[in-house]
């Protein structure tokens, strides 16, 4: 299989929700929840793609000739690339088949992205199973993927960490910015925002480090900073949660001069190959979350899809680095780059 | 009834004359005076929409849990959303069909307005019935309304005015940007210009407050003020009385800095869902006054049309303040956006 | 006869080379020379639109009612509208039928601007009829027109003003834009660029004010001024003799600083109706050649057809002026707009 | 044969792969590599032409009339214009037929430039013939010609040096920017990136002129300088070898304000006629390479088209220099534009 093969696959599967765009940027599906697209307008996806367009690289080959290292540390363990897999729930209903269930598709996610030596997340949601299948698909894998929690209440939360604790995983996320999944009470099970005190309960229940996901202003990371987080992902949950936010490269900069080196920086939202990836690092990021291209590659290609296109954006990241003057990831700054949001 | 039916219903019945688009921004009725576009190239209408969408909202979900209040007050009274519905006349020319006269249509307006806990303007035209016809319908519903008057000549507009009184409406308004509609005076009535000291005459002859409909300068807006307007409506008449204006949204920060908590600010002028409420009220109105779409849902849905639109505004307006961390509507603010007009 | 009417009769005469575009911007057109678009990529004409409609106005209707007059004082004689026709030749050629040639289109401008009270410009070209018979056409109408006459060797020039002053016309305007035509030097009669001093030599060689045509810079306008000019206008020629010029709107501003008042200011490129007009009035502008539309007019109207589209327009300016609280042309000035070029 | 036939014919050639498209801008190939598209997004060849677009002309004839001369002195010989054919290879690759191979195609590059009073540079591959053969045409044409090498170990680059002297060329260049072309390291030849002292082993041991192309930034230049580089080519290899980099035309003022006068400064990336050319000069270049045109001419011409294309350009340069106030190639400045990046 490559690469090529895998988009082929992926279309006539998931052709109708997700129409496989060349460039994947939120315009064809725009508006469409559940589907894969931005809430409301979609200007909130739309505009993390067109942001990252914005920031341009500087090519310079003047330099002495030297190994690429493309790899990071991360919790302890090492990486070969500083890309993860973002969680995605709800498989069925928003790439309308059942081609992938919420544990074929963990599978394919948690193991591509081990055998290419980074790491994916799961998903949660509503039912106990959301939660429970993703994590049995983590521990097939030696712990090797990090599980995402809602924000529900804390005990919840708790019970749900507990659960991943046995598993051996190397990190806990909360998509804190799922708080604004209304349906979600609706089915009975509220998700709620969260005080700076009802973070820190949970920071400081775990030894595992917790990463806070759906970060977008200074004020808000500084708060996740005081909380205990481990990191934050600078994140629009993919343009779903709110219509009209920023891009999420747009925040980074000022987020990464506040909390640079005192937490991890994530991010996502738009990033699909090694030359965003770069804008990313350049900005302040310390790893990049990718969601949409990697489900691409699950329903395309399974496992092997997911390793095939972690591997070429990986490779694209090399190349990246090569044309830049730039050989380890620390290398990587905002001198590499132009840029006016 | 649901909204998406209301749509459907719109766009049989009025389909030709305004298509019902996904986005109503004036592209496809652009210059259709008659009818629902802007004046000439239809840019005024265009800008107000584009520039809405140049507002950017801050997602913060780190906060302490609390319950959403999207009330406000006015005239003395409690509207559930800070919204209106905005004066619209001449239905039978504009969306050329009879399915509504001026009559049905303001009955639907002010009473779906009122089952939803909000309150509508009604229109003022060359005959007597323009005005007397809607003020029927405010008087059916408790005088739940705000009828609007032209800007004739002063004895008119105090007779018209007294008229009002009788129905024990909240508030008079005045679209004075109604002056340059030629078109009024070669059917032999008038409209002009006023001058302060003409709108200070009105003001002091009645106890409602008044408000100025159609103001896009901060020299208008403390002209109004020093006139006694109770309030005035940031508007360039939906952009069908001057091509080329400024957006709305554009002119109103400088507005607010001037004349802010003197007066009340209200404005119109492409705002479609509860993001764009938000965003008004960020950059300092009061309340926002909604136009076509509210027509939109009267011939689709009549009187539970229109409550059921107020219904999905208010409720996107109430998810949109959980996603930026804001409570009551005065903790919305200029904190909340980024814009770069 | 209406304007619609001319409209639709010139879209059958010259419908192949001049669409007749329901806006006028240069883009249906672009690059074909001969023909009506803008040389090369046709950027120079399309961005002349662009820019006029970046200028944005200040609705203000809380003023004292007045009458509004829009006439002018030019050469000491007085215009209704701040308008002219600017001179268009080759007609054949560039519209692509005979139709009309140089000295009846002559006869339609100049009459028809004389009809609705402001003054026509008419062409010159390589053999002496292209500029005997428009002067032809000016003569019958009392010499209420103005010859431009090419940058030919001066001795040529002064020949050509010397048969002008007997038509007792109120001026001449030399087209100094023209000096990049080197296909007339091809067909044996070249035009060249001018020295100040040549210029002195043909303003002191008259008593008639002396307009130079395709000033783009404040130091263009400062050596016309040195030259002994009466007026400038403000040119790039449509578009038509160099590529990827500034637009002439946008230069205005600064040329106006430097200049007004020391000299009259005329301005084409692009206007079409009377918000233009306004606009370049509020940039500096003392009054406003129309191009393209006149010949539009011409061809679907004759002598009416130009004279309605001038009422057309004089009645728009009129409109405009009303809304933006303006009664005399003096009073539109900068703070009348907004714009950022 | 005019120049309309040779886009003519070249459209029937290799329309399947070039589109020969009114105006060339990357964006109907964008991301076809093979292919004579820019890489990826295609985004860096778009950006190239669009900010070429952003430059504006000063348009200004009131000047003394001269004689226009167009020459400029490279490497102590005379060239009718400051153009040079930019390198172009893998043609039966890239353009997608066997009708020119990369002998041919260099033989109407580098006699059909010579014919028109300029110069050409031919290209080099993983092969030896792809150096060998473009070097003959050279030959064959009394050296009048310049041979680009690819970064390949300096032993490699010297001995092709040597060959190039041979042929008494009167430069060479070598595109540095070729780096990141990891398909070379596949087919078992690496290039890599140069370190100042490596590129100056090669400076010093020839005594031809040294161009090193695919220079970006202004840090990269001193580079070059300090490596004893003749001159540098502002160039990112046409989008081919980095996607999302800044345009050249846009990098270049703060280039030459670092080192222009100390070395010569190419540029290439999107120049297509004689107000590019123009442009380029205005901001520091003192000469442009053409790529993309000179491969449609050579597929539609031959060496006549080549040749044809050149007066094209060279015309259009000397028309734009007559609009503009300017009389030799050192008249060109700052002054005569207007940009904003």
């Known amino acids: 299989m490559n690469y090529g093969e895998v988009l082929n696959n992926a279309k006539t599967i998931i052709g109708k929700k997700c129409r ?36 341009k690289l500087h090519l310079d080959t003047i330099v002495p000739e ?12 090492t990486l070969k690339y500083p890309i993860l897999a973002a969680p995605i729930g709800g498989l069925e209903m928003n790439y309308g088949t059942a081609q992938l269930d919420d544990f074929t598709y963990s599978q394919a996610i948690v193991g591509g992205c081990k055998d ?3 790491i994916g997340l799961t998903a949660d949601g509503v039912k106990d199973a959301f939660f429970q299948d993703p994590l049995k698909a983590v521990g097939e894998n030696e ?9 529900w209440k804390n005990d919840e939360i708790l019970k749900k960490i507990s659960q991943a604790e ?24 509220p998700v709620t925002r969260k005080s700076v005190d009802e973070l820190k309960e949970i920071t400081s229940a775990t030894k595992l480090p917790v990463i806070l996901k759906g970060v977008m202003t200074v004020e808000g990371a500084k ?35 506040a ?16 030359v965003d990836i770069f804008k990313a690092l350049a900005l302040g990021a310390d790893a990049v979350l990718i969601g949409r291209p990697y489900a691409v590659a699950a329903y395309g290609g399974g496992r092997e899809g997911v390793e095939l296109y972690t591997q ?18 620390q290398d990587i700054g905002k001198h590499c780059v132009s840029y006016s949001f």
Not at 28 to 48: D, H, M, Q, S, Y
Not at 259 to 274: A, C, E, H, Q
């Open 20 to 55: 496989v765009c060349k460039e994947c940027n939120g315009i064809a599906c725009k508006g469409e929840v559940p589907g894969v697209g931005g809430k409301g307008t979609g200007l909130a996806f739309i505009r993390n793609r067109e942001k990252i367009n914005q920031v």
């Open 223 to 257: 708060k996740a900073l005081e909380a205990g987080a481990y990191g934050i992902v600078v994140s629009n949950h993919g343009g779903r949660v709110l219509d009209h936010t920023l891009a999420t490269i747009e925040v980074l900069p000022q987020i990464a001069e």
């Open 143 to 151: 712990g090797w993927g990090i599980p995402t929690i809602k924000p």
């Open 166 to 189: 046995e598993k051996q995983v190397p990190a806990i996320a909360i998509d804190i910015d799922a708080a604004g999944l209304v349906i979600l009470a609706m089915l009975g099970k």
């Open 259 to 274: 909390v640079k080196g005192k937490m991890k920086i994530f991010i996502d939202g738009g990033f699909r190959d090694g």
């Open 312 to 329: 070429k954006v990986g490779q694209e990241l090399k190349e990246t680095m090569i044309m830049t003057g730039c050989n380890e990831i």
């Open 66 to 77: 030297d190994k690429i290292d493309t790899s990071i540390e991360l919790f302890g363990r």
């Open 116 to 118: 290419a030596g980074v």
